[in-house]
């Protein structure tokens, strides 16, 4: 999962940090045309030449836990992860917030940045050093939930994205705004990957994949919510102000977690105990050098 998302996300820091500078130089049409096209077309040619299926993975675990039939309907699943199962509901509505905070992140940040007096550059690094430190730091927070387990790294994660939301309405210099972004980085670091991989240990592989959608479903809804948010709260109290509601959530968002989440790695470890890696691959065609 670590590997996964900082792929993804070191993608998204390049991105903005180019947007920045060829915004600066040719426009901000150009930039967004320019990379734009040229990510779209390198996805199309990447997922259709070089992706292989996968299901046959999650159809060999699921006859190894004894189940080989999918049993629950996707209301049921739907219920279980937004409400029923406290460990799924506390882990989607993490992952709303988290996403709440990042869509305030796009949505106000460069606004805040430039009220500051900032140039262009500088607020493209500062937006750039965001997920540069958040996709670096999942290849060793990924790892580090397999270790420690998962809820203790969510709960640390979101005070301390919390905690940096408010130091960007305290610093005014770029030093002190780049540090609060670092720590908002560090921050998300710290659950992204467990997320999912929490979903993972708590979710059955015959109905795991439906989970993630509906756990998708209310954690990419944050973008929407929190830009919402984010411009009528605004409007309504100022951007600094606005920007501060956000870090308060999402601290109150990490001690209810605290409160009620289940630590999920345990479950998972002991699931897993009486499989051998080499025979499970072996059963789906993976071949061993």
Known sequence: MGLNEASGYLAVSLSALCAGYFSAIYGARMAMLGIGESVAIAGLCISAFFIRESRTHAEVEAREHGETTHNKSFKEIFLLTSWRDRTLFSVSFAGMVNNLNDGTAWGLFPLYFASRGLSIQKIGVLVALYPAVWGLGQLGTGAL??????????????VLQGIAIILLTVFTGFAGLALASA???IGTAMVYPTFLAAIGDV????WRASAVGVYRLWRDSGYAIGAILAGVLADAFGTRQAIAA???LTVFTGL????????TLV????????LNCFPLQEKIGIRHE
Not at 267 to 274: K, M, R, V
């Open 145 to 158: 939930s397999d270790r420690i387990g998962r809820k203790m790294l969510i709960v640390g994660g979101m």
């Open 183 to 185: 720590l908002l980085g």
């Open 203 to 206: 979710a059955h592989p015959s």
């Open 246 to 248: 956000v870090g308060g």
């Open 256 to 263: 209810l977690v605290a409160l009620v989440m289940r630590e």
């Open 267 to 274: 479950q998972q470890n002991s699931s897993i105990s009486s």
